[in-house]
């Protein structure tokens, strides 16, 4: 006897089912059932997986082992009838009718829903099995089942399962009559939650995480038993002992569904093409590229890769795709929206032809396969970066140039991770917020570790507590399992026919897109193509400084116009000067830099992929730079390797060479070696790589490598598996780092006014990159109500250089629309405030803002004496009958005498209005009251001894590499210093590292080149002291009363009269959470 | 918060995360408004001891008018140290302030603790009482003490900071009264009788009784309570007395409810040579609402709680118990026993499946095999199934250790015997056994 299992719900029905569809498909295979059915409510998103995970598990076991089919279906969950509904598509035209319904049902409802009527269902479900699940008394059920009937006569079923309450029998007898009356078969079904009986428990978490109750709290909400798992055909024979025609039918419903996901055929949108066949096209665009890049003709080299890819593509049947993106670009370019392929697209010259990718093949090594090949079975990718501020129009016109109906978002899979499973776990398990804070506390960033024993301990927890053994054991399960769908960074699927005859679209949270229900890996599995529109700050920069440099009468440049091979620019980089520079502005590539000391592009690629956790965790960072120093002889481990990491001096940097050792080392075939790397990012469920370890290790000492080169290559390839640069993604980087160094090279107020325009992005703050600016030499101007506007603007002064006008946009909490009505109104310019009042229309608040950044100076008003004039001013419109500023008599006041500010409160004002200050730096004020200390500037000609150091923090950083390290970036009015703290030395100072934002720092000074470290031993909160700034110091009576905050009735974050909750508000640093 | 939170840098209004970060070990408990103010309220009553006036400030503070009572402690500066003195023996720490206007006190006690001499127009403004925005403001524009602002021209003050600025400072400055309002004090609810005869009757305690518990119930229809417990106090010539307690099985207040409750109290007084004062007291009391009463009446109701409180006069009020549903699969955890008086009849137990109305120990039987026995004993009883239904399985709930199911999972069956008794069997699987767990109806 054989038994089909036709209702199962898997955890991507969220916080429900309980368990992977990976694990119900195994375990659905070890049981011996001859087909598993998917079903999850109103969703087709775990089927995939199902699909990949019995792939996965018949390329291990071989063709000749028994493997239950996949049926792919969905439990249809309505809103007028309490029958649920197992869908069961037939074939390709009933699966496309069911994602159609799919789509219907959610598009109607908002993200996450799906609001489903039975009429749906008798108009859309045409070549499905249907199977009824009754799910109040039975004779609820009958009219519906009897209405679907008459609609599709041979397909509805009455689904039974037991319910194993005791009354299961009289159940079963009942279902019977049921099915005899409506004429709809009788089909034994398990309802099934979970691949195994142990699962329970997370089922009851799941179902308390749904509820918002705890665990003591769920009742009968609870599972009674463990018995809604996958059962073997035994046991359902012998619960339906006296009903063998339903179990029979299951095979039966199963052998009519023939529909597998592997028939789903992509096309590619062919209005690409027009009349022209799509390949002739490419061809023809190729050879026009060929043109348009090589204008003093190709070189041979160049040709015979064009038309190798040619072939490929043709091959393969890659065209359209080509010309897809290939259309998005122009249409971007068009828009003057500036765009750049990224990852391993450079990696072809087509791309470059193309004009996708802008790095040219003389530069790097094209691994075309790392692109497309034919072994690997899967489509190519291609990712676009856009303008970050326009690439909502990018998408906009895809929607609207192919429809909702056929393009849509890749969705993400958002899964639990420690942090996540700890705190919902444990709020669930009864766990006090205290705890559950301290499990999770330790987790920086994202990690699939759970909670670590040693960590409890610490804690004082008592692991043999059954309570929390319980927890820290369902913490390890729940890790890994959906949670909900997302929107996919920017993943466009593209089809020719319909898309949602491919896959359900539903709405995603962002008004005005539509996701599908799949996520990167899944289109992937099914060999679907996708379009990544992803944006980048740094384009949205580059083409600011790009307008500027023309607006004020220079070159109009672009990406590819930019001259290459600039003395000057990589002059600026050797000495670590790139604020703002893409990619090397963080802090350990800048003390990288001098280090490296770029003199080419392609220095500049191996500078972008080096400071990586890939590189870093395989321990390639010191041999690398030491060669290149020449410290250390370039040595190859064998002659064949020379070939592949010639380039890199012998120290294997880029993924690309990852896969060729395992090719020419490892003895892998490439499609092996691609595995290899893929098995390291996406696959890590299915626990295969052992082996693959074992063979690798295992073929490079046959090979007579060394055993401690083969680990370390090992490890590397596994750094690289979520962390690694493609070479090509490396040079597609290194050319936006290149012509954004070369911009803050030549043109740096351009540079620095984009990039405040752009903001937020990059790694500094307004305050750094202004201040960055003025080190250069550039003047920057204040906000003025006659001279600015919303952005920041470039003027040319009397001496013909530029000066930098800040823009209203620097203002905290200032309107766009505010802005540019100052600008429309502005004629021959404001007089007094009132003026704005009346002629911009500007709201009193609006003016205050103003006030308090001192853009009423041109008018010979003070802050204060601005601000005082302003509060006078309460109505949100003019009256009518004072309307006449000439005329209108107003209120004569007295003339009064405001105290004036100091240069620490005009100081401090400026950074409440803008976190930022023309005047001077805190620490210039602050420094006669503290002594001892070496300024910035003087660190990198300072005695190597004991130096004590004080400065605003501008960074915080704690690399997941690092092991515990903290970065700290301080800053002074003289310039920045690096301060490392070791873990140890942060336990001691934990508040002040984590809460100071002026810090006093003790240690001793280590110098390498122009790099200079400040290794800390004693670190000093002194936030209190920018209290003193906004004060007169002599002032009688107690400015702070540190008990004053907890005054009544005054929210304390609002008010801030705390000093060290002031200087927090002011001075506000980027920090790691 | 404690003083040591207060030094590792956390402050009210933090969020907890950051608090966190401050100080790792550190320890939460979530905040009791109501105990923080049934606190407040204790404390104002024993400031009484200083001036029959005490009012609340806000959600922490306690404001007392001490006109005319400060010398009876040697001024105000000495009523102040012995306020100090005798808060900090019971290990509270407070802010105290004391000036001519609620104003200026509220302003020393909140920004110049500790410091004596201190004047008004020295304070920061936030000392005005003002909300945080305009307190901001006003220190935007460089005013920062309370002498800045009184030194500006009141038109202009008012036309950029709102009548609110000048209202406070009056206030502070005693120019416009500002009234505290004392607390309320609780109603007593009681009354008594005093007669120039003594009596002795049963009839005429019960006489005495009504009219006081006329009054009683008169004062607590006013404040819409009723009693839970009351009290009747006689007091005996010779100076004796004797106490009568009735509880309630729910607030009441209609006196002719009560009276026959007494009438079995009343019957054990011992009057001796007379009773010369009675008094009646509601010692605890609830709110009982005005209720509209329809045709239909809730009489039974009423009469099930009169019932209660009859038996509970006999049998000790705690001893009436009733069951709750309880929301559990497990039968033993599906209902609760609770005191009738002190608990409200659940309209819903919810059936999920046929339970017995019996439960047992479970007692174990001998038997074998996965299905019900055909015969076995059960309490010297020899019995033969006749009819079996079953099973449902029941697991035991894993977060939640019982000893009972230790046994593991249970397969539950319903027998129908021939003898005409119904039982519930169950069967443990993973530690095979019989045992009879309940008995139907």
Same mark, same amino acid.
């Given at each position: 006897m054989s038994y089909a299992e036709l209702c199962v719900t898997s955890n991507f029905t969220f916080l429900r089912g309980a368990s992977h569809p990976e694990e119900l498909v195994t375990r659905a295979a070890d049981l011996g059932l001859s087909a598993i059915a998917i079903t999850d409510r109103n969703s087709l998103a775990g089927v995939v997986r199902a699909y990949s995970a019995l792939k996965e598990l018949r390329r291990e076991l071989g063709d000749a082992a028994l493997l239950p089919k996949l049926i792919v279906g969905a439990r249809l969950i309505l809103r007028d009838s309490d029958t649920h509904w197992i869908a069961l598509p037939h074939d390709r035209a009933a699966y496309a009718r069911l994602t159609r319904l799919l789509t219907l049902g959610k598009r109607r409802a908002p993200k996450g829903a799906c609001f489903l009527d039975l009429r749906d269902l008798c108009d859309g479900c045409a070549g499905m099995s249907l199977i009824a699940l009754p799910q109040g008394a039975l004779r609820n059920s009958r009219a519906d089942i009897a209405r679907l009937r008459t609609c599709f006569p041979s397909d509805v079923f009455v689904g039974a399962a037991p319910r194993y309450d005791g009354t299961d029998q009289a159940y079963l007898a009942a279902c019977s009559q049921l099915a005899h009356r409506t004429a709809a078969p009788m089909v034994a079904v398990g309802d099934v939650l979970m691949h195994h009986g142990s699962r329970r428990q997370l089922a009851d978490v799941l179902t308390c995480m749904r509820h918002h109750i705890t665990i003591d709290q769920i009742g009968t909400r609870a599972l009674p038993n463990a018995e809604r798992r996958l059962k073997p055909a035994a046991d359902m024979q012998r619960l339906f002992a006296r009903h063998p025609a339903a179990l029979r039918r299951t095979t039966e419903i199963a052998a009519q569904c023939s529909f597998c996901l592997s028939e789903l055929s992509y096309e590619y949108p062919d209005e690409v093409a027009g009349d022209e066949p799509p390949q002739d096209r490419l061809a023809r665009l190729a050879q026009e590229g060929l043109g348009r890049r090589y204008p003093h003709g190709a070189p041979d080299r160049a040709l015979a890769q064009v038309q190798k890819e040619l072939a490929l593509v043709k091959q393969l049947n890659f065209p359209a795709y080509f010309l897809t993106v290939h259309d998005i670009v122009q249409f971007a370019r068009s828009q003057g929206i500036l765009c750049q392929g990224r990852g391993s697209a450079a990696n072809s010259i087509l791309c470059y032809l193309l004009g996708i990718t802008d790095v040219s093949p003389e530069v790097i090594t094209m691994v075309v396969e790392r692109f497309v090949s034919e072994h690997r079975g899967e489509p190519p990718d291609i990712d676009v970066d856009f303008e970050h501020e326009r690439r909502e129009e990018v998408i906009q016109h895809i929607y609207a140039k192919y429809g909702r109906h056929r393009a849509g978002l890749c969705a993400t899979v958002i899964h639990f991770r420690s942090r996540a499973a700890i705190r919902e776990v444990g709020k669930v398990m009864g766990l006090s917020h #205290?705890?559950?804070?301290?499990?999770?506390?330790?987790?920086?960033?994202?990690?699939? &570790?759970?909670?670590?024993?040693?960590?409890?301990?610490?804690?004082?927890?008592?692991?043999?507590?059954?309570?929390?053994?319980?927890?820290?054991?369902?913490?390890? #399960?729940?890790?890994?399992?959906? $949670?909900?769908?997302?929107?996919?960074?920017?993943?466009?699927?593209?089809?020719?026919?319909?898309?949602?005859?491919?896959?359900?679209?539903?709405?995603?949270?962002?008004?005005?897109?539509?996701?599908?229900?799949?996520?990167?890996?899944?289109?992937?599995?099914? &060999?679907?193509?996708?379009?990544?529109?992803?944006?980048?700050?740094?384009?949205?920069?580059?083409?600011?400084?790009?307008?500027?440099?023309?607006?004020?009468?220079?070159?109009?440049?672009?990406?590819?116009?930019?001259?290459?091979?600039?003395?000057?620019?990589?002059?600026?980089?050797?000495?670590?000067?790139?604020?703002?520079?893409?990619?090397?502005?963080? $802090?350990?590539?800048?003390?990288?830099?001098?280090?490296m000391k770029p003199r080419e592009f392609y220095d500049l690629v191996i500078e972008v992929a080096i400071v990586r956790p890939g590189p870093i965790q395989g321990g390639m960072v010191h041999p690398y730079i030491n060669r290149r120093q020449g410290k250390e002889p370039v040595a190859f481990p064998s002659k064949e390797l020379e070939e592949v990491l010639g380039k890199t001096l012998g120290v294997p940097l880029f993924q690309e060479q990852a896969m060729q050792i395992a090719v020419v080392a490892a003895g892998f075939t490439p499609s092996e070696a691609d595995k290899l790397r893929r098995s390291m990012a996406t696959f890590r469920r299915m626990g295969t790589i052992g082996q693959l370890r074992d063979k690798f290790i295992g073929g490079m000492l046959e090979r007579g490598y060394e055993p401690a080169f083969a680990e370390s290559c090992f490890s590397q390839i596994e750094g690289f598996g979520e962390y690694g640069f493609p070479e090509s993604h490396a040079a597609a980087f290194a050319m936006l780092a290149y012509v954004s160094s070369w911009l803050k090279c030549h043109h740096p107020a351009a540079f620095a006014c984009a990039l405040l325009n752009s903001q937020p992005m990059g790694f500094y703050a307004p305050a750094q990159i202004v201040r960055d600016a003025r080190e250069h030499g550039i003047e920057v101007r204040p906000i003025c109500v006659n001279n600015s506007t919303w952005d920041n603007t470039l003027e040319r002064r009397a001496d013909g250089t530029l000066a930098l006008r800040l823009g209203f946009r620097q203002i905290k909490g200032f309107r766009e629309e505010d802005a540019a009505w100052i600008v429309a109104a502005r004629g021959n310019g404001y007089p007094d405030p009132e003026a704005l009042w009346l002629r911009a229309g500007l709201t009193p608040s609006a003016l205050e803002r103003l006030a308090e950044a001192d853009a009423y100076a041109d008018m010979g008003l003070g802050r204060r004496n601005a601000l005082w004039q302003v509060k006078a001013i309460r109505a949100p419109k003019p009256l009518p009958l004072f309307n006449d500023p000439l005329d209108g008599e107003g209120i004569v006041e007295p003339k009064i005498d405001l105290p004036a500010m100091h240069l620490g409160e005009e100081m401090v004002e400026d950074y409440v209005a803008m976190r930022l200050s023309l005047r001077a730096h805190p620490m210039e004020l602050l420094r006669p009251n503290m002594h001892g200390l070496t300024p910035h500037a003087e660190l990198a000609t300072a005695p190597l001894q004991r130096t004590h150091v004080c400065g605003l923090v501008i960074t915080r950083q704690r690399p997941g590499t690092a092991s515990g390290v903290i970065f700290l970036t301080l800053e002074d009015e003289t310039g920045v210093s690096n301060v490392v703290v070791w873990p140890k030395v942060y336990e001691r100072f934990r508040r002040a590292v984590m809460g100071g934002r002026l810090l006093r720092v003790t240690g001793h000074l280590q110098r390498e080149g122009i790099v200079v470290h400040l290794i800390a031993q004693d670190v000093q909160d002194m936030s209190h002291h920018l209290g003193e700034l906004g004060h007169p110091m002599d002032e009688a009576i107690g400015i702070t009363q540190p008990q004053a905050d907890d005054a009544p009735r005054t929210p304390a974050v609002k008010t801030a009269r705390h000093p060290r909750e002031q200087a927090k508000r002011l001075f506000p640093s980027r920090d790691f959470h | 918060m404690n003083a040591q939170a207060e030094r590792a840098g956390l402050h009210r209004g933090m969020g907890f995360s950051d608090a966190r970060a401050f100080c790792r070990d550190l320890q939460s408990r979530p905040a009791d408004v109501r105990s923080d103010q049934r606190f407040l309220h204790s404390l104002a009553r024993w400031s009484e001891r200083y001036c029959p006036w005490v009012g609340l400030d806000g959600d922490d503070g306690l404001v007392l008018n001490i006109a005319g009572s400060a010398h009876l402690f040697g001024g105000e500066s000495a009523m102040l140290g012995d306020m100090r003195h005798r808060l900090a023996r019971t290990g509270l720490s407070a802010r105290l302030g004391v000036a001519d206007t609620r104003g200026a006190a509220w302003a020393f006690a909140h920004f110049s603790?500790?410091?004596?001499?201190?004047?008004?127009?020295?304070?920061?403004?936030?000392?005005?009482?003002?909300?945080?925005?305009?307190?901001?403001?006003?220190?935007?524009?460089?005013?920062?003490?309370?002498?800045?602002?009184?030194?500006?021209?009141?038109?202009?003050?008012?036309?950029?900071?709102?009548?609110?600025?000048?209202?406070?400072?009056?206030?502070?400055?005693?120019?416009?009264?500002?009234?505290?309002?004392?607390?309320?004090?609780?109603?007593?609810?009681?009354?008594? +009788?005093?007669?120039?005869?003594?009596?002795?009757? =049963?009839?005429?305690? +019960?006489?005495?009784?009504?009219?006081?518990?006329?009054?009683?119930?008169?004062?607590?229809?006013?404040?819409?309570?009723?009693?839970?417990?009351?009290?009747?106090?006689?007091?005996?010539?010779?100076?004796?007395?004797?106490?009568?307690?009735?509880?309630?099985?729910?607030?009441?207040?209609?006196?002719?409810? %009560?009276?026959?409750?007494?009438?079995?109290?009343?019957?054990?007084?011992?009057?001796?040579?007379?009773?010369?004062?009675?008094?009646?007291?509601?010692?605890?009391?609830?709110?009982?609402?005005?209720?509209?009463?329809?045709?239909?009446?809730?009489?039974?109701?009423?009469?099930?709680?009169?019932?209660?409180?009859?038996?509970?006069?006999?049998?000790?009020?705690?001893?009436?118990?009733?069951?709750?549903?309880?929301?559990?699969? %497990?039968?033993?955890?599906?209902?609760?026993?609770?005191?009738?008086?002190?608990?409200?009849?659940? =309209?819903?137990?919810?059936?999920?499946r046929t339970r017995p109305i019996r439960l047992f120990g479970p007692d174990p039987i001998a038997a074998q095999g996965t299905r019900p026995p055909q015969t076995f004993r059960w309490r010297r009883m020899f019995l033969t199934t006749a009819r079996a239904t079953g099973p449902e399985r029941i697991a035991p709930e894993w977060w939640f250790s019982d000893d009972n199911w230790r046994s593991g999972v249970r397969d539950y069956w319903r027998v129908e015997t021939r003898q005409g008794r119904r039982l519930w069997l169950f069967y443990t699987p993973q530690n095979p056994g019989w045992f009879v767990h309940g008995e139907f109806a």
């Open positions: #205290d705890v559950t804070a301290n499990l999770s506390g330790q987790i920086w960033g994202q990690s699939n &570790g759970g909670a670590d024993p040693k960590r409890i301990k610490e804690l004082g927890l008592d692991l043999s507590n059954a309570r929390l053994a319980q927890t820290i054991k369902l913490i390890g #399960d729940i890790i890994g399992f959906p $949670r909900h769908l997302s929107q996919h960074v920017g993943g466009f699927i593209i089809t020719k026919g319909r898309l949602d005859e491919l896959c359900p679209i539903e709405n995603a949270a962002m008004d005005d897109r539509t996701i599908i229900e799949w996520d990167k890996d899944d289109i992937d599995a099914l &060999g679907i193509l996708k379009v990544d529109i992803l944006s980048l700050g740094m384009l949205t920069c580059i083409r600011k400084s790009f307008d500027l440099i023309a607006l004020h009468g220079g070159q109009t440049y672009s990406i590819a116009t930019v001259p290459q091979a600039d003395t000057p620019t990589f002059d600026m980089l050797c000495v670590a000067d790139a604020v703002g520079v893409f990619q090397v502005e963080s $802090r350990a590539q800048m003390n990288f830099l001098p280090r | 603790a500790g410091q004596t001499g201190a004047r008004l127009r020295d304070l920061p403004v936030a000392a005005l009482r003002l909300e945080a925005k305009t307190c901001t403001a006003l220190q935007r524009v460089g005013l920062r003490h309370v002498s800045d602002v009184m030194a500006l021209p009141r038109a202009s003050v008012a036309r950029r900071f709102g009548q609110d600025v000048l209202m406070r400072l009056d206030q502070a400055l005693g120019d416009i009264p500002e009234e505290i309002s004392p607390l309320q004090e609780a109603p007593r609810y009681a009354a008594q +009788m005093s007669f120039p005869d003594p009596i002795g009757t =049963g009839d005429d305690i +019960m006489a005495a009784a009504e009219r006081l518990l006329a009054q009683v119930c008169m004062r607590l229809k006013t404040q819409e309570m009723g009693a839970r417990i009351l009290q009747l106090t006689l007091r005996r010539v010779d100076q004796k007395s004797q106490q009568v307690e009735l509880r309630l099985a729910a607030p009441l207040r209609d006196a002719k409810r %009560i009276l026959p409750l007494f009438q079995r109290g009343v019957d054990a007084v011992d009057p001796g040579f007379g009773i010369d004062q009675i008094q009646l007291q509601a010692t605890r009391v609830e709110p009982l609402e005005i209720q509209q009463i329809d045709h239909t009446g809730s009489k039974v109701a009423t009469k099930l709680d009169d019932l209660i409180t009859r038996i509970g006069v006999r049998v000790g009020l705690d001893n009436v118990q009733r069951f709750l549903p309880a929301d559990s699969h %497990i039968p033993e955890r599906s209902f609760l026993t609770a005191s009738a008086a002190h608990s409200r009849a659940s =309209g819903a137990w919810v059936h999920l």
